[in-house]
């Protein structure tokens, strides 16, 4: 069983910056996908952005230019960067991998924006 824990986020306010990462027990380097999603309140679970293995990271458009995205192979660690968070940022934040066609996910981390 892969465990993935997240750290970051809380109650922040409008123009601050976000930084979360999440830890994993297994070697990220050797998985087929990792990535991260949001949750918006009342919406459904979107895309940010995913990190296939050997290949760099691919946005999805609109979250492109917004978020950062970059894993560390060596700590087993992927983070998740927002600069100049705004209120529609609320939410929570989750971050998965694929190993052979199987998801394991963080319980994730809720990121709460204030104006």
């Known amino acids: 069983q892969v465990q993935l824990v997240e750290s970051g986020g809380g109650a922040m306010q409008a123009g601050e910056s976000l930084t979360a990462s999440c830890s994993t027990s297994?070697?990220?380097?050797?998985?087929?996908?990792v990535g991260w999603y949001r949750q918006a309140p009342g919406a459904q679970r979107e895309l940010i952005a995913t990190?296939?293995?050997?290949?760099?990271?691919n946005y999805v458009p609109s979250m492109e230019g917004r978020f950062t995205v970059s894993k560390d192979d060596d700590k087993n660690t992927m983070y998740l960067q927002r600069i100049g968070l705004k209120v529609e940022d609320t939410g929570v934040y989750l971050c998965?991998?694929?190993?052979?066609?199987?998801?394991?996910w963080g319980r994730g981390i809720q990121v709460t924006v204030s104006s």
């Open positions: 998965f991998v694929l190993i052979n066609g199987a998801y394991f």
């Open positions: 297994t070697a990220i380097s050797a998985v087929d996908v």
């Open positions: 990190i296939a293995r050997g290949e760099e990271v």
